[in-house]
C-alpha cells in the first residue's frame, strides 16, 4: 500500500459508502454542506470529520476519530487532490507527522512532538527518502540545525540559533571530519565573524554538548 495511503483508506471506504446511500436526493443539501466542516460516523465514538478549505467542494482535510480521541489527521495543502501531510495523536494530543513538501507523492519530512511541541524534523534533500537535514527545537523555537547527508553519524555542518535566530555556523571545512572553523552571525543573518578553530572541534562531541546530551 503507498504511505499516501494509509489513512485514505478507512475515511474514504466510509465516504463513498455513506454518499452512495445518500443518491441524488440529497444532492442539493450536500452542495449546500460541501463548504462547511461535516462528520461521517461510524459510532457515537467513532467517527471522520472532512474540512473543505478551499470551499471547492472536496474535502482536504480529514480527522479520524477513535473512542472519541483524534488519532490521526491529512491535509491537502496544495489542494491537488492528494494529502501531503499525515499528523498521528495519542489521547488527543500530536505524537508525529510525515509531510510531503515537494507533493511529489513521496514523503520527505518526519517531525517527532514532545508534549505538543515539535522537538525534531528530519528532512530528505536529495529525494533518496533517507533524512539530510535535521532540526532540533526547544519550546518549539529552532535550537540548532544539523547537516548530516543521508542519516551520516558525523554532521557536516552545524547551525546554532538562538530565539530561533540563526547566531553561529560550525563547519567541516577541510573535510577532516572535525569542526574547524566557526562563523558568527549578527541580528540580521550577516556573518560577522569567521575564524578557525584550533584545536578542531570532534563533531559527535560538539553535537551533544550542544543539545544539551551527555
Ligand atoms: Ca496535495
Ligand atoms: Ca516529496
Ligand atoms: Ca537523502
Known sequence: MNRLDILTNLPIKVHSIAWGCIGLVVGVIIGVLTCAARSIRVSK?????????????????ELVYE????????????????????QWYERGVVVRAESDDNCDGVIDG????????????????????????FLYFEHGVTKLLAWRPNEASKPTRIEVYEAGLKVKELRDKTGGGAFDTVVEFDQFGLPVLEKSLIPSLNVEDELRRLLGQK
Open 67 to 86: 473512542r472519541g480521541f483524534l488519532v490521526r489527521s491529512q491535509s491537502d495543502r496544495n489542494f491537488d487532490g492528494a494529502p501531503d501531510v499525515f
Open 110 to 133: 518526519w517531525i517527532s512532538y514532545r508534549h505538543g511541541e515539535m522537538y525534531l524534523s528530519k528532512y530528505d534533500t536529495d529525494g533518496n527518502g533517507i533524512p539530510d537535514l
Open 45 to 61: 465514538q467513532d467517527f471522520v470529520e472532512l474540512e473543505d478549505l478551499n470551499s471547492d467542494g472536496s474535502p482536504d482535510s
